[in-house]
Nanobody, 126 residues
């Protein structure tokens, strides 16, 4: 059974930065992708960024492209989300998720992910 544990959330002022971490353990199954999603109350969970474990390709939502960077440290079995130039609209609970398959054109589809973390809250305010 795969476990995902997020950390690094918190409060930051607009224009600031945060780095989220997703520690992956128990991975006795072959994972193909790890992604970050976010959700605000009353809205659907939306895909933020994806890291394809097979080829290192990355994918981003249009709303974060150029500001967020997803990366992986294979030695630590951890996927990171570096978030820069944060704005108030980035406030949300952030979740990492891992999939046993991968479809690049639908990396943002929540139903394609097999494992989810508990989430970490990011609040951007002045």
């Amino acid at each position: 059974q795969v476990q995902l544990v997020e950390s690094g959330g918190g409060w930051v002022q607009p224009g600031g930065s945060l780095r989220l971490s997703c520690a992956i353990s128990g991975s006795d199954q072959l994972l193909y992708a790890v992604s970050w999603f976010r959700q605000v109350p009353g809205k659907e969970r939306e895909g933020v960024a994806c890291f394809s474990l097979s080829d290192g390709m990355t994918y981003y939502a249009a709303s974060v492209k150029g500001r967020f960077t997803i990366s992986r440290d294979s030695s630590k079995n951890t996927v990171y989300l570096q978030m820069d130039s944060l704005n108030i609209e980035d406030s949300a609970a952030y979740f990492c998720a891992a999939s046993l398959g991968f479809w690049a054109t639908h990396w943002w589809a929540t139903h394609l992910y097999n494992y989810w973390g508990q989430g970490t809250q990011v609040t951007v305010s002045s």
